[in-house]
């Protein structure tokens, strides 16, 4: 898959992100607890690769190119600790067994994520993308589908 765009790559993730959450909540759901571990692990892996592009790479080139220090960044990174506190949880209620604490982190990982997504990519990923010339657009979204 080509993308030209950060908001393409971006959302590409998201949706990625999703999916896999979705599929961890059909196991758990089911008492599977085990197997939901396993591919929380995957999800755990990818989450946090997002936040790390978002906060080492993306971020970065934002606020140099939009001059905007505070604002979309500064609630993206507040908003990532509770994202980050909430996988921490759940991915301890699924190594216990415990599907009730599971529900109940899920819970708050899901009151947060919409909106987070929601600001992402209706805000942050869109104007990234306007302040970047082609060139510079298409180097960064081959560097943050290669981060690591």
């Avoid at 197997?35 to 592009?53: E, G, S, T, Y």
């Avoid at 970065?60 to 980050?84: D, M, Q």
């Avoid at 987070?116 to 298409?138: G, S, V, W």
Wanted: proline letters at 4%; hydrophobic letters at 45%; one cysteine or more.
């Amino acid at each position: 898959m080509t993308f030209r765009t950060v908001t393409e790559y971006l959302l590409w993730d998201h949706d990625r992100l999703d999916a896999t959450f979705a599929q961890v909540c059909v196991l758990a759901g089911r008492g599977e607890m085990p197997p939901a571990a396993v591919l929380f692990d995957r999800f755990h892996n990818l989450m946090m690769r997002h936040i790390r592009i978002e906060e080492a790479i993306l971020m970065p080139v934002f606020e140099g190119k939009t001059g905007l220090t505070s604002g979309p960044t500064e609630a993206s990174r507040r908003e990532h600790k509770g994202v980050i506190e909430a996988i921490i949880a759940m991915k301890s209620a699924l190594k216990n067994g415990s599907s009730s604490r599971f529900l109940e982190a899920r819970r708050k990982f899901l009151s947060l994520l919409p909106s987070h997504h929601a600001k992402e990519e209706t805000l942050m990923y869109p104007m990234i993308d306007q302040a970047l010339t082609d060139e510079e657009r298409l180097d960064l979204v081959t560097r943050l589908e290669e981060a690591i």
